[in-house]
């Protein structure tokens, strides 16, 4: 058992404000915090978080406890499993009262980063990248930048440190192959970047290839401790002067945020090979700052900056976008001396809205009157996720750049007889929207149909709200049909890039899925309770599921 005295120091080092918003976003009401229950199914937030008396309340549900409590309910753990999951969050040693137990958290990490960082410049061909790149070596200090030789190397040195082999692989810095019974180190001959949460503990590392691998960077795998989907490189670094300023940088890579801290913009961070999440939006939420998201400007670039924009303003966010052509990345620009005219992009950087608006309509030829129509259709389909105040405010910006002397105000409706009429076609057939990250998943599936049983452990096409459809065609075989070959010869359309990048997606469009599915169960008046209470338990656990980084099944 975990000994009382530990358990009341570990929550004394609690904050119920942290706790809470590192899962759901918060917004400041007076002297407390409100957000939607995420216990039930509401309209109007009535979930409080109480500062003062570190608790939270729901007055619809009756939900309410410390921070402990909260964790349980959220993550479906016992006491002791939220104590647990706490202090490693917390980076704190718990003490139990069967010695067996009184073990700390493994300092793997730790130890390993230490000799990544001994064995740099002792590695002429890495260290000279890190100076060509334009890094100083107070950086590569601050930073904690390494080097990780052949996994020979690595192995030793855990084992020579007295780390068993298991809390390496549980630690996510050592993988295990159980058909080979192979164990191997997952940072070979790479820059190591070590990655740390919020409050400052190693959880991971990124790493980049100087000697050619196939992948030029790659991550920790998903663990106990690292879930990529909620945490920014260089947070820990960047959180005290982005509440100071009142804004965050986000970029896409490691040496983009470091050659920003070297020029001054030391509240920059970024995304760790995935694209912005809702389960971000909690961090970004502390402090409201406003966010200037620095991508670069190739198709990638703007396809991830288009979909984070969407994700911020329709979730509130102030801020925009800066796209970075010719090539260039801050990196560049920082190490080209060209400080001044960074700055003032960041202050100049295009609205989140405007953006969206100005990318769905580069996708369209507005010469002609049917394309002119459908994107007219998917700008409303995206304005249709704004407040009533910014869908007029920006009806009119969208009208006003359909091409020639645009369409009147008047024609954008979000609420028309023909909208209804539309909802009662076959959707897929007769919708005017086009949504990305189905196609792409599709265009995946077409270039990579290694995949293909992949998906369908997970999905299947009645999942897909605009095209299950297509999805239905590509599983048949049918790639000579005219919707595929548009599929095929679309440029816009990017397939995910691997197997880390399509799971990660996967478990975020499961994670909606199952939330709309548990909101029509809730709002369901042709079931019994029996059975309410049956779908309500299912979905919500594989909600949970999901949030832990795990995907699920239809049938679990």
């Known amino acids: 058992m975990i000994s009382q005295d530990s358990i009341e120091a570990l929550k004394a080092r609690l904050d119920i404000v942290d706790v809470v918003g590192s899962y759901i976003e918060l917004k400041k009401a007076g002297g407390n915090f409100k957000a939607p229950c995420p216990f039930h199914e509401e309209k109007s937030p009535s979930f409080v978080v109480s500062p003062q008396k570190q608790i939270f309340h729901c007055f619809g549900c009756g939900a309410g406890g410390d921070a402990v409590k909260f964790v349980m309910e959220y993550e479906k753990l016992n006491y002791p499993e939220a104590l647990e999951k706490l202090a490693d969050s917390y980076n704190f040693t718990l003490a139990y009262t069967d010695n067996k137990h009184n073990k700390p958290r493994s300092q793997v990490m730790e130890k390993l980063n230490e000799w990544y960082q001994s064995l740099?410049?002792?590695?002429?061909?890495?260290?000279?990248?890190?100076?060509?790149?334009?890094?100083?070596?107070?950086?590569?200090?601050?930073?904690?930048?390494?080097?990780?030789?052949?996994?020979?190397?690595?192995?030793?040195?855990?084992?020579?440190?007295?780390?068993?082999?298991?809390?390496?692989?549980?630690?996510?810095?050592?993988?295990?192959?159980?058909?080979?019974?192979?164990?191997?180190?997952?940072?070979?001959?790479?820059?190591?970047?070590?990655?740390?949460?919020?409050?400052?503990?190693?959880?991971?590392?990124?790493?980049?290839?100087?000697?050619?691998?196939?992948?030029?960077?790659?991550?920790?795998?998903?663990?106990?401790?690292?879930?990529?989907?909620?945490?920014?490189?260089?947070?820990?670094?960047?959180?005290?002067?982005?509440?100071?300023?009142?804004?965050?940088i986000i970029t896409e890579g490691y040496l983009d945020v470091i050659m920003l801290h070297q020029a001054g913009f030391d509240?920059?961070?970024?995304?760790?090979?995935?694209?912005?999440?809702?389960?971000?939006?909690?961090?970004?939420?502390?402090?409201?700052?406003?966010?200037?998201?620095?991508?670069?400007?190739?198709?990638?670039?703007?396809?991830?900056?288009?979909?984070?924009?969407?994700?911020?303003?329709?979730?509130?966010?102030?801020?925009?976008?800066?796209?970075?052509?010719?090539?260039?990345?801050?990196?560049?620009?920082?190490?080209?001396?060209?400080?001044?005219?960074l700055s003032s992009m960041f202050r100049k950087a295009k609205a989140f809205i405007e953006f969206v608006l100005d990318e769905i309509l580069s996708l369209y030829n507005l010469k002609d009157p049917k394309a002119k129509e459908s994107c007219m259709q998917e700008g409303i389909a995206y304005l249709k996720t704004l407040s009533p105040i910014l869908q007029e405010e920006y009806k009119t910006y969208l009208a006003s750049r359909l091409g020639g002397l645009g369409v009147s105000p008047s024609l954008l409706?979000?609420?028309?007889?023909?909208?209804?009429?539309?909802?009662?076609?076959?959707?897929?057939?007769?919708?005017?929207?086009?949504?990305?990250?189905?196609?792409?998943?599709?265009?995946?599936?077409?270039?990579?149909?290694?995949?293909?049983?992949?998906?369908?452990?997970?999905?299947?096409?009645?999942?897909?709200?605009?095209?299950?459809?297509?999805?239905s065609l590509v599983l048949q075989g049918k790639q000579d049909t005219p919707e595929i070959m548009a599929i095929r010869v679309d440029e816009t359309i990017t397939p995910l890039q691997d197997e880390e990048a399509l799971n990660a997606e996967l478990i975020t469009f499961l994670t909606r899925y199952y939330e709309r599915e548990l909101k029509k169960v809730n709002i369901a008046s042709n079931i019994s309770f029996e059975e309410k209470a049956f779908y309500i338990r299912k979905f919500r656990g594989k909600i949970a599921k999901l949030k832990r980084g795990e995907l699920v099944t239809p049938n679990d």
């Open 120 to 248: 740099l410049t002792k590695n002429q061909t890495a260290f000279s990248y890190l100076q060509e790149r334009g890094i100083y070596e107070n950086s590569i200090e601050k930073f904690g930048i390494g080097y990780a030789p052949d996994s020979n190397a690595t192995l030793n040195f855990i084992r020579s440190q007295q780390f068993s082999i298991k809390e390496a692989v549980d630690m996510g810095v050592v993988g295990y192959n159980q058909e080979r019974n192979h164990t191997y180190a997952r940072f070979i001959e790479r820059i190591t970047f070590p990655i740390f949460s919020a409050n400052g503990s190693i959880v991971g590392f990124g790493g980049r290839t100087i000697t050619g691998h196939q992948a030029k960077y790659v991550n920790s795998p998903e663990t106990a401790f690292f879930n990529k989907s909620r945490l920014l490189y260089a947070y820990h670094l960047a959180k005290q002067s982005l509440h100071k300023k009142g804004e965050i």
């Open 267 to 341: 509240n920059a961070v970024a995304t760790l090979g995935t694209a912005l999440t809702h389960e971000h939006l909690p961090l970004l939420r502390k402090g409201s700052p406003r966010i200037v998201m620095a991508y670069d400007g190739d198709k990638a670039g703007r396809a991830a900056a288009l979909k984070a924009s969407k994700l911020l303003s329709a979730s509130g966010f102030n801020g925009g976008v800066v796209v970075f052509d010719g090539g260039l990345d801050p990196a560049d620009m920082v190490k080209e001396g060209r400080v001044e005219e």
């Open 413 to 471: 409706r979000f609420n028309t007889q023909t909208d209804t009429n539309r909802q009662n076609m076959p959707q897929q057939r007769n919708s005017a929207h086009r949504d990305m990250w189905e196609l792409s998943l599709i265009k995946t599936i077409l270039d990579k149909p290694e995949y293909i049983e992949q998906i369908l452990d997970v999905i299947d096409p009645s999942f897909l709200q605009f095209h299950s459809y297509e999805f």
